[in-house]
């Protein structure tokens, strides 16, 4: 606690509790509320500061109001062993002037030598089963160190170097689901040009009856025999309409 007995900001929860599992980013929150009648300014620090992400890592709570922060824990590859995490925040909070804003606020004012009325809470971070029926897949993955330990040491560091890294599965995402659809692009497009061709045989197929029927009706009116010229168009027409017919 600050140089005053009393809590500038009222933080629930006090554990920060993650429904963990493997491979996926998971966030809770937290709510700072301010029940005095001057303005508080905090700033949320960790001992692993590679691993969450905090939003907003700092701010200005208003009297007699409250401010909402999402902490999110970082995709991990593995269950630490028997669900323990010693990981630890702290909300450092201390009185500031009304018109002070988020840049505003530095390191040295929530040192308690600085003179300003400070306070700092401790948070404890717990892992806790999803809710939902536990993969049986997951109970033998329980073994093993997790792939970011906690610092030894315990200090706590800024938040400002946090960077989500959820990009490359988003990329792996979609170079997954782009090969199916190159794949339906070309078979469309095959299907449609046999279309075309089928439709066009079929033209020149009516066309050539027509054609054929027409010259039949012009045979049939002579009164004689059948002139040479009509009976070689008939079998030009024949031969095409063969033609036409195998294709």
């Known amino acids: 606690m600050g140089s005053d007995s009393k809590e500038l900001l ?43 992400c905090v939003r907003p890592n700092s701010g200005i709570v208003p009297p007699r ?3 909402d922060v999402i902490v999110t824990m970082q995709a991990q590859k593995e269950a630490p062993q028997d669900m323990q995490c010693k990981d630890k925040f702290l909300v450092q909070s201390a009185v500031v002037t009304e018109g002070t804003t988020v840049k505003d606020i530095t390191g040295e004012m929530f040192k308690k030598d600085s003179g300003n009325v400070v306070d700092e809470v401790k948070l404890k971070v717990l892992y806790v089963q999803p809710p939902r029926p536990p993969s049986p897949v997951r109970e033998g993955s329980e073994e093993g160190s997790p792939p970011r330990p906690s610092l030894s040491d315990g200090t706590y560091r800024d938040m400002e170097a946090t960077k989500e890294t959820d990009e490359p599965t988003s990329f792996s995402d979609l170079r997954a689901h782009k090969e199916p659809e190159e794949v339906t692009f070309e078979t469309s497009a095959l299907i449609s040009r046999l279309t075309e061709e089928r439709n066009s045989a079929i033209q020149q197929n009516n066309k050539l009856r027509e054609e054929l029927a027409m010259v039949r009706r012009e045979i049939s009116k002579q009164d004689g025999g059948f002139p040479f010229v009509f009976v070689v168009a008939v079998a030009l027409l024949g031969i095409l309409l063969g033609f036409v017919m195998k294709r």
């Open 10 to 52: 009222e933080i629930e929860p006090l554990e920060l509790c993650f429904p963990f599992e493997t491979k996926k980013q998971i966030s809770c929150s937290m709510l700072l509320t301010n029940r005095t009648d001057g303005y508080i300014a905090f700033k949320v620090k960790t001992t692993s500061p590679k691993k969450y």
């Open 65 to 67: 109001s409250a401010s």
